[in-house]
């Protein structure tokens, strides 16, 4: 009988907690379910994007396409050096220096106790290509967007890092001179670096045992210099956005250089 009362009792607590522990295994499932639905989903997103990119490498691209991501990418690197002279200090790419044998030239001032005034004029200078940079970003910009690219594959398809910097340079340097060069004369003439330089000039070039005098007018000088700081900064962030994907900001920069790395590739596969 009490064996009886047991089993009847045992019956009874079973069909009691039968539908709760149902309904934990009903909840066990549908989250198993969620999470395994959810792990293939990402992983067909990512498969998804690795086509993606495929699919753009492979297809042939139009030469105005190829321009296109030429120019964007010409356009990210002269934004990057807009940045570097927009805070000149602890670069010395975009600070000034003597023209000629700076070093020597520097120490030989600072040997005759003028320190201050070389100070001052570096200062000076370095302030005025940093405001002419900045007053000629138009300038640079539109050079980009008016040049004329011949043959975008040959630029865009190279093991060359700094193709496209180096035609823009070799294309586009004379009339930039030629536009950049009155900006920088005032800026010099704004910061008082024309005076503080006569007064260097007229010491330096006095002093005995001096082969090359010093120029009086450094304009050209610093258009020159500010200029090749401005193709260093281009070509620096060119090469990051041939080598590195996550430099690559705009769509057709991304499809211009996958496009770019996949004929490379199978080019180095045909010469092995």
């Known amino acids: 009988m009490r064996e009886f009362l047991h089993g009847k009792f045992f019956m009874a607590v079973l069909q009691r907690i039968a539908p709760k522990i149902h309904h934990e295994q009903t909840i066990i499932h549908y989250s ?9 989903l990402s992983l067909s997103v990512f498969l998804s994007s690795c086509d993606s990119l495929k699919q753009i490498a492979s297809v042939g691209l139009s030469e105005f ?23 000149p200090n602890g670069n010395p790419l975009v600070r000034f220096a003597f023209p000629g044998d700076a070093a020597k030239i520097e120490k030989t001032l600072r040997d005759f106790g003028m320190d201050k005034m070389v100070d001052q004029v570096t200062a000076k200078f370095t302030r005025a290509m940093s405001s002419a ?36 340079k070799t294309t586009m340097s004379p009339e930039l001179m030629t536009s950049f060069r009155p900006i920088v004369d005032s800026t010099v003439k704004t910061e008082g670096a024309n005076k503080d330089w006569s007064n260097i000039v007229n010491v ?3 002093m005995p045992f001096i082969n090359k005098p010093l120029e009086s007018n450094l304009t050209d000088f610093i258009a020159a210099r500010a200029i090749d700081a401005m193709f260093i900064s281009v070509a620096q962030e060119e090469e990051n956005i041939r080598t590195k994907y996550e430099f690559r900001k705009t769509d057709m920069m991304k499809k ?17």
């Open 65 to 87: 396409e190829m321009a296109t991501g030429l120019r964007d990418a010409l356009s990210q690197g002269l934004f990057r050096g807009f940045d570097a002279f927009a805070d």
């Open 204 to 206: 330096y070039n006095k």
């Open 133 to 168: 940079i900045t007053a000629a970003k138009p300038i640079f910009l539109n050079s980009v967007k008016k040049m004329s690219i011949g043959d975008a594959a040959s630029i865009l398809v190279t093991d060359n890092l700094h193709a496209a910097t180096d035609y823009f």
């Open 256 to 272: 211009a250089f996958a496009y770019a790395d996949e004929q490379l590739k199978k080019k180095n596969q045909q010469t092995k």
């Open 32 to 40: 198993m379910k969620r999470f395994y639905l959810g792990i293939t």
